[in-house]
């Protein structure tokens, strides 16, 4: 394998990589499914950023949030374009961007697509005129196994577990948008074994959702019905947008949303049903919600009667048991948020509390000595930032229903034109807990967890970047699989080259070490070991032309490479992005993959139909390739501007060669190919 990587590291130096916003991008998404192990499906905003795609958003009139919608800038980087605004009045040319304090060649260029400058008002002053002229939209998505799985197989005596739908996923949503002043809308998922239109299903999809949004009514600045979702502070308490930890994109340490979101993704978990909004007035804003909504969970019975042991949170309901633990319970939940805010600095309250129809507590292990218990629970918090100069402070001090504390507390700064650091501090208590919270820290939720992170990002020349970041943490209680407390550290590198304007090097590294409790000869506990993990990657691409695009990546880990528990892997691919005419689009990748075990996985993020993410994780060895294309339809029929029709067709294909079935439990394929085909269709008018 060190041959064959060594051959193929020189070759990929002579390639070209993949334009930096997407690198870092694709870095984020397959860091964040690592972390958590789970699909990410809140697509919210993708969605924001190809409708300011279609529909730019006029900088003289971009208040807070819409800027925040676009999710380039930092916060220091938008209180820096509104105080130009205000002290200068509007803009005269987009150009006038290159005099923005803070902002730097790489984000206009990056905003470019998404923003114009106009003089004309956006905000018609008649709410009921928005529901007119708007964008309607209407996405369907169908995906489907071609191989047949165990749980699909007629159950018998021998296997009575199976699930009772067909193998068919669907997605379908409409969505209506003016401007982003008006959204309102319906989405509905299918998951693949779940029945449809006729048993468990009687109604057609396992999973809706439905939501109206509002803007700038008045003193009402948000007013969300439905569905949405909730964002407050630094997520210590709330935080249910798409977010991300540690990345190559080492300054993005904040979390940066507005409070309250639209929600119409596949996911059916993460969010709130029921009602929200924001007022303003002057400095001031007060935030509150109320949501009422039915939860899936794990039920248990024992003497004391039966109580919910864990929510299930992959909308999965395709066997017996799984259909047994959908809406099992009760959720009421609310919260409250003020907020005062100065040109340069704010600070806000928080409140969450939350109601459960059945007790929740979770199995008796030692590591669950802390969990949230009980039918009632809630969270405060007081979260703040302060910019002078070249200086931007934030934080979040919280407490939970057991006066519990977490702090979060972190700093960017700007070193000058060619330099910038972040700094961030978090110490949460061992018995500190919230819900449907998403903080940065190393733990998938915050709690119980101390560490120091810091970052910088060099740019000695203009055509190279060098971001790297330092981490070392600590759990002051026990975990699952880690029977004492315990502690790592985490370390990246990660240069970029960009020898002209088509042309991208990355070269990326990060070593990682967590502890385990493992058995060990001559002692009659368990003992605490050191399991590093480093990863090294060379990612290039180029566009030879403008119509074709050539990207690759080699990429190998090495797991407790000195250790017992050793194992190494190892992953390339090649990619090809072809765009002949407006009419037809695609990419094609080839992937070879070899590992010694699951600890040595790898992760990448695929081309996929719009709104949809692919990040699969290989082990064991062997080949992948996909090829996805886009067909405008509009183009082909010469349809009338005002419509837009488009349609996307990708299939993949997993070869391993050195085993004759793939997956376990019910998911079990005989046989070593795994094959998916997935199709879409857009209609906007």
């Given at each position: 394998m060190k041959i064959v990587f060594t051959l193929l590291l020189l070759l990929s130096l002579n390639a070209f990589p993949q334009d930096k916003?997407?690198?870092?991008?694709?870095?984020?998404?397959?860091?964040?499914?690592?972390s958590s192990n789970d699909a990410v499906t809140d697509d919210s905003y993708w969605q924001s950023q190809m409708f300011y795609k279609k529909h730019p958003l006029n900088l003289n009139n971009a208040s807070e949030n819409d800027l925040k919608e676009l999710w380039f800038l930092s916060d220091p980087q938008i209180e820096s374009f509104l105080r130009y605004r205000q002290l200068?009045?509007?803009?005269?040319?987009?150009?006038?961007?290159?005099?923005?304090?803070?902002?730097?060649?790489?984000?206009?260029?990056a905003l470019l697509p998404y923003v114009e400058v106009r003089n004309t008002k956006d905000v018609l002053t008649d709410v009921g005129d928005r529901f007119h002229?708007?964008?309607?939209?209407?996405?369907?998505?169908?995906?489907?196994?071609?191989?047949?799985?165990?749980?699909?197989q007629s159950p018998s005596t021998e296997?009575?577990?199976h699930y009772s739908g067909s193998r068919d996923g669907l997605f379908v949503r409409y969505k209506y948008n003016y401007n982003n002043l008006l959204q309102y809308g319906i989405?509905?998922?299918?998951?693949?074994?779940?029945?449809?239109?006729?048993?468990?299903?009687?109604?057609?999809?396992?999973f809706y959702t439905v939501h109206f949004f509002a803007k700038n009514i008045g003193k009402i600045k948000l007013l969300a019905l439905g569905d949405f979702t909730v964002n407050f502070g630094q997520g210590l308490i709330q935080w249910q947008s798409l977010a991300f930890g540690k990345s190559a994109s080492v300054l993005n340490i904040k979390r940066e949303a507005p409070t309250l979101r639209p929600y119409n993704s596949s996911g059916s978990y993460n969010f709130h049903r029921g009602a929200g909004c924001v007022f303003e007035n002057g400095h001031w804003s007060f935030t509150s919600f109320i949501s009422f909504r039915k939860l899936s969970g794990n039920i248990v019975e024992d003497e004391n009667g039966d109580h919910i042991s864990s929510f299930q949170t992959s909308g999965y309901h395709r066997t017996l048991a799984e259909l047994s633990d959908k809406n099992s319970m009760q959720q009421f939940a609310g919260g409250v948020s003020i907020k005062y805010k100065q040109y340069n600095w704010q600070v806000a309250a928080n409140a969450v509390l939350y109601s459960f129809s059945k007790e929740f507590y979770k199995e008796d292990k030692s590591y669950n000595l802390f969990a949230l218990k009980g039918k009632n629970w809630n969270n405060v918090s007081v979260d703040y930032s302060y910019t002078y100069r070249n200086m931007h402070l934030f934080g979040e001090i919280a407490t939970d229903k057991n006066r519990k504390l977490a702090f979060v507390q972190g700093l960017l700064l700007s070193l000058g034109a060619r330099a910038d650091a972040a700094f961030l501090y978090r110490s949460i208590s061992k018995a500190y807990q919230s819900l449907y919270s998403?903080?940065?820290?190393?733990?998938?939720f915050p709690n119980n967890e101390r560490g120091f992170y810091a970052a910088i990002s060099l740019k000695p020349f203009s055509n190279i970047r060098m971001d790297a970041y330092a981490d070392v943490f600590s759990f002051p209680w026990l975990k699952y699989l880690v029977d004492a407390p315990s502690r790592g550290k985490e370390y990246l590198l990660q240069l970029t080259y960009l020898p002209n304007k088509k042309t991208t090097l990355l070269v990326f590294y990060k070593s990682k070490t967590r502890q385990k409790s493992f058995l060990t000869d001559g002692n009659p506990g368990k003992v605490l070991k050191?399991?590093?993990q480093n990863n090294f990657r060379v990612q290039s691409s180029t566009q030879l032309n403008e119509k074709f695009t050539l990207s690759d990546r080699v990429e190998a880990i090495w797991y407790d490479n000195n250790g017992p528990l050793r194992e190494q892997g190892f992953l390339m691919y090649a990619q090809g992005d072809y765009k002949p005419s407006k009419i037809l689009s695609g990419n094609v990748r080839l992937q070879y993959f070899e590992t010694d075990g699951y600890n040595s996985r790898l992760y990448t993020y695929e081309s996929d139909l719009l709104y949809n993410y692919s990040i699969p994780e290989f082990f064991d060895n062997g080949f992948r390739y996909y090829f996805n294309c886009r067909l405008n339809m509009a183009a082909l029929l010469k349809m009338n501007k005002r419509y837009d029709l488009a349609c996307w067709l990708k299939w993949s294909q997993t070869i391993y060669t050195n085993k004759q079935t793939i997956g376990s439990g019910l998911d079990v394929i005989n046989g070593n190919k795994r094959s998916e085909i997935k199709a879409q269709i857009i209609a906007e008018f």
């Open positions: 916003q997407t690198a870092i991008g694709e870095e984020q998404m397959e860091t964040a499914v690592e200068l009045g509007k803009l005269i040319s987009i150009y006038e961007l290159q005099a923005v304090p803070g902002w730097d060649l790489a984000t206009i260029r002229g708007g964008s309607h939209s209407l996405l369907v998505r169908y995906g489907k196994i071609a191989e047949q799985a165990k749980g699909y296997n009575a577990s989405a509905a998922d299918k998951d693949a074994g779940e029945e449809f239109f006729k048993g468990s299903q009687k109604n057609g999809f396992d998403n903080a940065f820290t190393e733990n998938t050191d399991l590093p």
